[in-house]
C-alpha cells in the first residue's frame, strides 16, 4: 500500500470555523490532490499540487485553499467552514503527471459541518 | 468537455454470476488514459486498471477483465463469477489535459451487491 495517511479522520465542526485536513505521504512522488466525495457526484478535484509550492485549482476550489511547504505534507483549509462542505476527503499522490502512472488514495477525513 | 459516464447506478447479483460495469467517456484529447478503481464498504479507494488511449487490448486479471472499444468510446470492466467479496462502488475514471496540466475525472460509479 502507498503510504499515505490523512489527519484527522473524523471532524465535527460549526459553521464558519476554520478547517484544515493534513495530508501525508511518504512515497516522495510530486504530484499531490484533494478531492471531495459527495453522494451521485463520484470524486471532484478540490486543488493538486505538482511541487512544492506548486498548486492549482480544481473544478470545485471555491471556499477551499491549499498549500505545500514540503513534499510529503499538503494541507487543505476551509477558511469558513459552510454546511455544503460536509463531504468526504481524500488527499491522493502519484509519481507523475496523472495518467502517465496512477493516483494512489488515501482513506478519507469525514467532515461534517453543523 | 471531458466527461465519463457510468449509466448503471446500481446493480445487484448473486454469487457466481458474470457482471459487466459499463463506462462511456468523452474527450477531445488523442492521447489520454482511463481507469478503473473499486471502492469497498470500507472505504478507501483501491486502483484497478489504467489504460492508454493507443492500448486497445484487453486485459484479464484474474476474475477481472477489461474491455476497451475506442469506437464507442467504452472502457467497460466485466467481473467472472462474481463473489461477496465484489460488494462495492466502482469508478471509471478519464485523464485529460487542459491549461497546461493533466487531471482527472470520475464517472459518478456504480454500486455492486453480490448476494450470497
Known amino acids: 500500500d502507498a503510504g499515505i495517511t490523512q489527519s484527522p479522520r473524523h471532524k465535527v465542526t460549526e459553521t464558519g470555523t476554520p478547517v484544515t485536513l493534513r495530508c501525508h505521504q511518504t512515497?516522495?512522488?510530486?504530484?499531490m490532490y484533494w478531492y471531495r466525495q459527495d453522494p451521485g457526484h463520484g470524486l471532484r478535484l478540490i486543488h493538486y499540487?505538482?511541487?512544492?509550492?506548486?498548486?492549482d485549482k480544481g473544478e470545485v476550489s471555491d471556499g477551499y485553499s491549499v498549500s505545500r511547504s514540503k513534499t510529503e505534507d499538503f494541507l487543505l483549509t476551509l477558511e469558513s467552514a459552510t454546511s455544503s462542505q460536509t463531504s468526504v476527503y481524500f488527499c491522493?499522490?502519484?509519481?507523475?503527471?496523472?495518467?502517465?502512472?496512477?493516483?494512489?488514495f488515501g482513506p478519507g477525513t469525514r467532515l461534517t459541518v453543523t | 468537455a471531458q466527461k465519463v459516464t457510468q449509466a448503471q447506478t446500481e446493480i445487484s447479483v448473486v454469487e457466481k454470476e458474470d457482471v459487466t460495469l459499463d463506462c462511456v467517456y468523452e474527450?477531445?484529447?488523442?492521447?489520454?488514459?482511463l481507469f478503473w478503481y473499486k471502492q469497498p464498504p470500507s472505504g478507501e479507494l483501491v486502483f484497478l486498471i489504467r489504460?492508454?488511449?493507443?492500448?486497445?487490448q484487453n486485459e484479464i486479471s484474474g476474475r477481472y477483465s477489461w474491455n476497451f472499444q475506442k469506437s464507442t468510446s467504452s472502457f467497460n470492466f466485466t467481473i467472472t463469477a462474481s463473489q461477496v467479496v465484489d460488494s462495492a462502488v466502482y469508478f471509471c475514471?478519464?485523464?485529460?489535459?487542459?491549461?497546461?496540466?493533466?487531471?482527472?475525472?470520475f464517472g459518478k460509479g456504480t454500486k455492486l451487491t453480490v448476494n450470497p
Open positions: 474527450t477531445r484529447d488523442t492521447t489520454y488514459y
Open positions: 491522493a499522490i502519484s509519481e507523475s503527471i496523472v495518467g502517465r502512472s496512477e493516483q494512489y
Open positions: 512515497e516522495n512522488h510530486r504530484y
Open positions: 489504460r492508454n488511449s493507443f492500448d486497445e
Open positions: 475514471a478519464l485523464s485529460f489535459s487542459q491549461g497546461g496540466s493533466e487531471k482527472l475525472v
Open positions: 499540487s505538482y511541487g512544492v509550492k506548486d498548486t
